[in-house]
Nanobody
Framework: QVQLVESGGGLVQPGGSLRLSCASSRSISSIAAMGWYRQTPGNQRELVAR???????NYADSVKGRFSISRDNAKNTVYLQMNSLKPEDTAVYYC???????????WGQGTQVTVSS
């Protein structure tokens, strides 16, 4: 099993930047995929960005060109760099891990991101 701990959320003004971190309790180098999801009240959790063990990435259309996901295998940490933030990016952001393809997602506890002036 793996435990995920997110950090880096907070309040930021529109146009600002934040970097979220997701620390894993085990090595991430062999984890099939790690990602970031977000959820607002009354809505389903949606994929924001994902990175595979091979380094392939994909993003939600709404964040392409503004967000960037990366992984540091030496630190067992995945990052989400968020630039040009908009009020509609306000949500609880969750880190996820899929140990092997077909396995269920494992979730962190979430971190709140609020974009407001």
């Amino acid at each position: 099993q793996v435990q995920l701990v997110e950090s880096g959320g907070g309040l930021v003004q529109p146009g600002g930047s934040l970097r979220l971190s997701c620390a894993s309790s085990r090595s991430i180098s062999s984890i099939a995929a790690m990602g970031w999801y977000r959820q607002t009240p009354g809505n389903q959790r949606e994929l924001v960005a994902r990175i595979t063990s091979g380094g392939n990435t994909n993003y939600a259309d709404s964040v392409k060109g503004r967000f960037s996901i990366s992984r540091d295998n030496a630190k067992n940490t995945v990052y989400l760099q968020m630039n040009s933030l908009k009020p509609e990016d306000t949500a609880v952001y969750y880190c996820s891990a899929r140990i092997t393809w077909g396995a269920p997602l494992i979730w962190g506890q979430g971190t709140q991101v609020t974009v407001s002036s």
